[in-house]
């Protein structure tokens, strides 16, 4: 079992940037991908960001790339995703996701393991 735990979430107006991060509660952090999705009120959860164990590939939504960076610490056991250039249209509740053996689509949420509760954006026009 895997705990995730997001933080970093607040509310910043059209523009600004944030960082958010999630903490893994494993030893074997190396073993999983790491994602970001993301869910506004009313709307199905979408895929953000991914980056695989070692920090070697890193995948975007059309709708982030360029304003957004995913990253990871596997010393201290953390992913990060820095946010900048930020959009009304980005609000929502940021979820991390973790996943060890599915070799799909990092988009697809099926994949992943374990999720954490979640961290909100707020981007005020």
């Known amino acids: 079992q895997v705990q995730l735990l997001e933080s970093g979430g607040g509310l910043v107006q059209a523009g600004d940037s944030l960082r958010l991060s999630c903490a893994a509660s494993?030893?074997?952090?190396?073993?999983?991908?790491m994602g970001w999705f993301r869910q506004a009120p009313g709307k199905e959860r979408d895929f953000v960001a991914a980056?695989?164990?070692?920090?070697?590939?890193?995948y975007y939504a059309d709708s982030v790339k360029g304003r957004f960076t995913i990253s990871r610490d596997n010393a201290e056991n953390t992913m990060y995703l820095q946010m900048n250039s930020l959009k009304p249209e980005d609000t929502a509740l940021y979820y991390c996701?973790?996943?060890?053996?599915?070799?799909?689509?990092?988009?697809?949420?099926?994949?992943?393991?374990?999720w954490g509760k979640g961290t909100l954006v707020t981007v005020s026009s």
């Open positions: 996701a973790a996943r060890r053996y599915y070799s799909g689509s990092y988009s697809d949420l099926n994949g992943y393991d374990f």
């Open positions: 494993t030893r074997m952090f190396t073993e999983y991908s």
């Open positions: 980056i695989t164990w070692n920090g070697a590939n890193t």
